[in-house]
């Protein structure tokens, strides 16, 4: 039973790129967080995705945005990057119906903006 | 709004010591409480989990007892290895619904010395 897989697994791009990362949830599972988690910090929410819409949003401009598959899975995309989106975004899975008590994070996304 | 405050770190400690890490958090309504580990270069893992007050989590030798009048949920483990030395994240989940939104607080990293 494959866990939460994320890709690419590191990357580098220049300021005022656009960046798309991917996951893949836990088999059985249908909703989406993402996480920024900057150096030396705890993990900060982004959005939440369910039924291939954005349910919950952190303090995150709209630079960031995300979408849904109908097989659940999901990008996170980040527009004009600036140097401060370095970064492991981290992308959680869950089932609805179980809400918060069983949440499954994949290795994560090292971005590097420079 | 919902926070959770760890203990900062480092934490050293020789093999075989005692561990506490400190964690309180504010909440309104009744979260479920978390412990993730993060070893170096990797993502977040469940180490234990407690949904209502007075539960207590364990996991590979750690516990946590959600206290509702202290609102705290510190990390204990009797006698830690090595193998122990990571990062550790203390989260809450929102009760509203639970729907898998987690609250981490800023992470304290345990160097454990042979």
């Known amino acids: 039973d494959a866990g939460v897989t994320q890709s690419p697994t590191h990357l580098i791009k220049t300021r005022g790129q656009q960046v798309t990362l991917r996951c893949s949830p836990k088999s059985g599972h249908d909703t989406v967080s993402w996480y920024q988690q900057a150096l030396g910090q705890g993990p900060q929410f982004i959005f939440q995705y369910y039924e291939e819409e954005e349910r919950q949003r952190g303090n995150f401009p709209d630079r960031f945005s995300g979408h849904q598959f109908p097989n659940y899975s999901s990008e996170l995309n980040v527009n004009a990057l600036l140097l401060g989106d370095s970064a492991l975004y981290l992308c959680?899975?869950?089932?609805?119906?179980?809400?918060?008590?069983?949440?499954?994070f994949g290795e994560g996304s090292w971005l590097t903006v420079v | 709004g919902n926070s959770v405050t760890q203990m900062e770190g480092p934490v050293t400690l020789s093999e075989e010591a005692f561990l506490t890490i400190n964690c309180t958090y504010t909440?309104?309504?009744?979260?479920?409480l978390f412990w993730y580990v993060q070893y170096p270069g990797e993502g977040l893992q469940l180490l234990l989990k407690?949904?209502?007050?007075?539960d207590k989590g364990s996991n590979k030798g750690f516990e946590a007892t959600y206290r509702k009048e202290t609102t705290s949920f510190h990390l204990e483990k009797g006698s830690v290895q090595v193998s122990d030395s990571a990062v550790y994240f203390c989260a809450l989940s929102d009760s509203s619904g639970n729907t898998g939104k987690l609250i981490f607080g800023q992470g304290t990293t345990l160097q454990v010395k042979p």
């Open positions: 909440a309104t309504g009744y979260p479920s």
């Open positions: 407690a949904t209502k007050a007075d």
């Open positions: 959680a899975s869950s089932l609805r119906l179980t809400g918060g008590n069983t949440i499954y």
